[in-house]
């Protein structure tokens, strides 16, 4: 061996360990938690559920009164006046109006004493009139009875440039037909529907996982069974040229072998690519890079292994697990909820209302610029008479629509029934196509060992020895069929079954 020979070998085992720790080896369980970590579909589905969780607690909050507070401000132009301008007026001027008013009293009063001649004697000369009427005179209310109007005018005038009012208020449901309580429950049952529309999701995900898989291994399984089958047919190829240059046997004999070869290089071709699609789907499907070197657990394996056989469920657990019936009878109970919502629209409605009222001015105390407020409490009652018949239609609308749903979830349910017994059935001619695929399979060897050894030994002709190499591919590939059916056909029952429980549970 040569210096260069050596330093290639030395190069190829270096680099092989950098090679195999490249490679990511994958479980069929890791491979199912990877997609459900990284699938958008099923993310999305979570993200329902979480919102069907909030629209639930939205629903519980109509049980509790609604608080509620309220400001404003407001700017006005011109006051109010509550007497017109000539009455104002009259106000301001009241005290010099009724000055005047005495003055001309005491006036017409001196008048009247001096033009008779007896009064005049007895008072005019008398010092407590002559007392009485010069304190009169010298009386002036004038001035306080103009002060006294200006405030009346005043309090006529009602100062609203500036308003402000504040309130506080209480409303609480006491009888609404129903209708909340029904909501609530409307609140629940579609959570619950969303967790089993998250359910499906899950269970469609993780078979789809599990096919791609198992579709993985069985072309892994048949390409490695194509090497093999190239392997011996290069090494026949090389006996029978032996053969035909040694006159044993003839140039026809080499060329049909050769057509073998072919086939059986162009079986690895197709199945080395179908290998690389088929990684690269599963990739996809479990959110890594589609170029991403990954090796299963099982795809080395010389047989298929076989799937854990589980105890058979019975319909009415299969009913309860299955995410479509559970969807289908939700949603029927939901619209015989919706029918307790229609009725209710018929029915009285009872509330109790409190409020608080501040503002300034201060209504409640001459006008003030001051801050004023008062309380109320009352009992609303809503009384639904006549609407074109609007409440009657949606109650009958519900009712059919809660029909539609129940028809639905029989018909479903007959279905599941239909399907899992056909799954069965499969699964039962599964098992016997693997039993039988096992004896085929070892009568295709043994004919194979015994042909190979009569062909080296000359007592076999190179038709008979490649037609037991043709029944020895046939019998392993109907063998890695057989396994992979039964493994296929054990995901569609895990899922008929409702057996995929996903963390929403």
Not at 248 to 267: G, P, Q, R
Request: glycine share 6%; charged share 20%; net charge negative.
């Amino acid at each position: 061996m040569t210096i260069k020979t050596h330093l290639c070998v030395l190069a190829a085992v270096i680099m092989l360990p950098a090679g195999i720790s490249g490679q990511q080896v994958l479980t069929l369980e890791q491979c199912r938690e990877m997609a459900i970590r990284n699938n958008k579909s099923l993310e999305q589905s979570r993200t329902k559920v979480e919102m069907a969780g909030y629209d639930r607690k939205i629903a519980r909050a109509n049980y509790y009164p609604n608080v509620s507070a309220t400001g404003a401000y407001m700017y006005n132009e011109k006051n109010i006046a509550l007497i017109n301008e000539q009455m104002s007026d009259n106000l301001t001027n009241a005290g010099t109006l009724v000055q005047g008013g005495m003055s001309e009293f005491i006036g017409g009063l001196q008048q009247a004493i001096a033009s008779n001649p007896a009064a005049a004697a007895e008072y005019m000369q008398s010092p407590m009139w002559q007392t009485v009427m010069g304190a009169l005179q010298q009386t002036d209310i004038s001035s306080a009875l103009n002060q006294l109007g200006s405030e009346i005018d005043d309090a006529f005038h009602l100062d609203i440039h500036n308003i402000f009012a504040a309130g506080v208020s209480l409303q609480q449901p006491v009888f609404m037909g129903g209708k909340i309580v029904a909501a609530n429950r409307i609140a629940k049952l579609a959570e619950e529907l969303s967790k089993a529309q998250y359910d499906k999701e899950y269970q469609d995900l993780v078979t789809t996982v599990d096919q791609a898989y198992w579709q993985i291994v069985s072309i892994a399984a048949k390409k490695k069974l194509a090497e093999n089958y190239s392997d011996l047919l290069s090494k026949m190829e090389r006996d029978v040229k032996l053969s035909v240059a040694a006159g044993v046997a003839t140039k026809s004999d080499e060329l049909s072998i050769k057509v073998k070869t072919n086939e059986a290089d162009m079986m690895k071709t197709k199945a080395t690519n179908g290998l690389v699609l088929a990684k690269m789907l599963l990739c996809k499907e479990i959110g890594i890079d589609l170029n991403s070197d990954i090796v299963l657990a099982d795809e080395g394996l010389d047989d298929v292994p076989a799937p854990e056989m589980m105890e058979e469920k019975s319909l009415d657990d299969i009913l309860i697990d299955r995410p479509e019936t559970k969807s289908l009878e939700l949603a029927t109970q939901i619209y015989e909820q919706k029918i307790r919502v229609a009725r209710a629209d018929m029915m009285p409605k009872v509330a109790l209302t409190a409020n608080y009222l501040v503002s300034n001015p201060n209504a409640y105390n001459g006008f003030q610029n001051k801050w004023g407020g008062m309380f109320n409490v009352g009992v609303a009652v809503n009384i639904p008479i006549f609407h074109g018949m609007e409440a009657t239609q949606k109650t009958r609308k519900a009712k059919a629509e809660a029909r539609l749903y129940r028809s639905q979830y029989e018909d479903a349910c007959n279905l599941i029934n239909l399907q899992v017994t056909q799954l069965r059935k499969q699964q039962e001619e599964a098992l016997e196509k693997i039993e039988m695929a096992g004896n085929n399979l070892k009568s295709a060897e043994e004919n194979l060992r015994t042909a190979s050894v009569g062909f080296e030994n000359g007592v076999v002709t190179s038709n008979t020895a490649l037609a037991a190499h043709t029944a020895w591919l046939q019998a392993h590939s109907e063998a890695i069929d057989a396994g992979i059916e039964l493994q296929m056909v054990n995901v569609n029952l895990n899922k008929a079954e409702g057996r995929y429980k996903s963390d929403m549970e």
